[in-house]
Each structure stands twice: as structure tokens, then as C-alpha cells.
């Protein structure tokens, strides 16, 4: 049960991370800023390292130039 939630809270902060680094893309500096010190702070208590947007991009299929495109 532990290693259950543990493995939730590790999607939960890659996602967090995730949607910090998107909303600093679109210019919502302060927000995305706030999102990636929060998800920082649990990606490092479960000792993971710290998503890209490419390594979403991969996940999901599509080509990392497709985020310069728009």
C-alpha cells in the first residue's frame, strides 16, 4: 500500500514538474516558476530526477520540435 502511494505521489509531482515547465513556456513565468519549486521538492524526497519537456514529448509520441512549431 505505502509503495502504491509513493508511486502515485511520483506521477503526481513528474506531472506537477511537467506542467511548470509548459506554463513557463507560455509565458506564465511566476506560475510555472511555483510548480517546478513544489514538484522539485518531492521528485527530490522520492530521489528522482527531474522531468524535461522532451522527455514528455517522448512519452506521449510526438517530436520535441512540434513545441517550437507553435
Known amino acids: 500500500m505505502q509503495a502504491e502511494a509513493a508511486g502515485a505521489g ?6 506537477e514538474y511537467w506542467a511548470g515547465l509548459l506554463l513557463i513556456h507560455a509565458g506564465r513565468e ?5 510548480a517546478l519549486e513544489r514538484a522539485g521538492v518531492a521528485l527530490e524526497r522520492l530521489d528522482l530526477p527531474q522531468p524535461t519537456l522532451e522527455g ?3 512519452e506521449l509520441g510526438l517530436e520535441f520540435d512540434d513545441l517550437t512549431e507553435t
Open 56 to 58: 514528455l514529448f517522448q
Open 30 to 34: 511566476v506560475e510555472g516558476t511555483l
Open 10 to 15: 511520483a506521477e503526481q509531482a513528474r506531472l
